[in-house]
């Protein structure tokens, strides 16, 4: 894997592109985490962070000037907390081609309010049921989603599936942490024991705040093979 140092920043291509926008390329790098972002000076419209090996879309120092993020064909599966705040005039964002599984790993996006493209494409979570249509109801200002138009009775069938009683206890259900990601036995594995929902929360607060791909590899496995305590007290397990 490769670090992105101020280094790869500085030495990577940056260029207006066919739009007039200042874009900083640092696509196919084999970079697994985002970091050093600040070195730009915020001096880019669009970062394409593509084909990449990126596991948590975050760590974003604040970045007002950027519009456009490329991130697809990662391994994004989720977007980190504070995602939104360092982003704030985001307007399209691209994550097709990674492995989100959940509607609740994407809730930073909720609080972005310029994002009026977004591109989920070939991600597991676009198999979950009312998919589009909570997408739609969580980001008013989204325009297109999945490269389809968001056309005006789509958006009104989107806010009445969700509202009332029914509809509201629905949005808190697809809302709601998933953790189908981490259920032990969800890649053949017998665990020890079946976690409880309190340790499963711990173990993924310590995950959120992982600074390696090998740590958060390390404590998916501890969910999934039930060492559950091994994973609170050290942070990793074999």
């Known amino acids: 894997m490769v670090r992105m140092t101020p280094e790869l920043i500085s030495r990577s291509a940056q260029f207006t592109n066919c739009l007039g926008d200042r874009e900083l390329d640092l696509r196919g790098n084999q970079i697994s985490l985002i970091e050093n972002l600040a070195t730009s000076n915020d001096l880019f419209d669009v970062l394409d962070i593509s084909e990449n090996s990126i596991a948590i879309l975050g760590n974003m120092p604040y970045l007002p000037r950027l519009k456009t993020i490329l991130a697809g064909l990662n391994k994004v599966h989720r977007v980190g907390k504070g995602f939104a705040k360092a982003v704030p005039n985001l307007e399209s964002l691209v994550l097709s081609g990674n492995q989100i599984r959940s509607l609740e790993s994407l809730s930073d996006l909720f609080n972005l309010k310029k994002l009026e493209r977004l591109t989920l494409v070939d991600n597991p979570v676009t198999k979950e049921g009312h998919y589009r249509q909570y997408i739609i109801k969580m980001i008013p200002s989204l325009r297109v989603l999945d490269y389809k138009k968001i056309k005006m009775d789509e958006r009104e069938h989107a806010n009445a599936l969700f509202s009332g009683e029914d509809g509201q206890l629905l949005e808190k259900k697809l809302g709601k942490a998933s953790v189908r ?50 994973a609170l007290l050290n942070g990793t397990t074999s």
């Open 181 to 230: 990601e981490f259920t032990p036995g969800n890649l053949g594995d017998t665990p020890a024991h079946k976690p409880t929902p309190d340790q499963i929360a711990a173990v993924k607060l310590k995950i959120q705040n992982a600074k390696s791909v090998e740590e958060i590899s390390q404590l998916e496995r501890a969910l999934r093979s039930g060492k559950i305590e091994e």
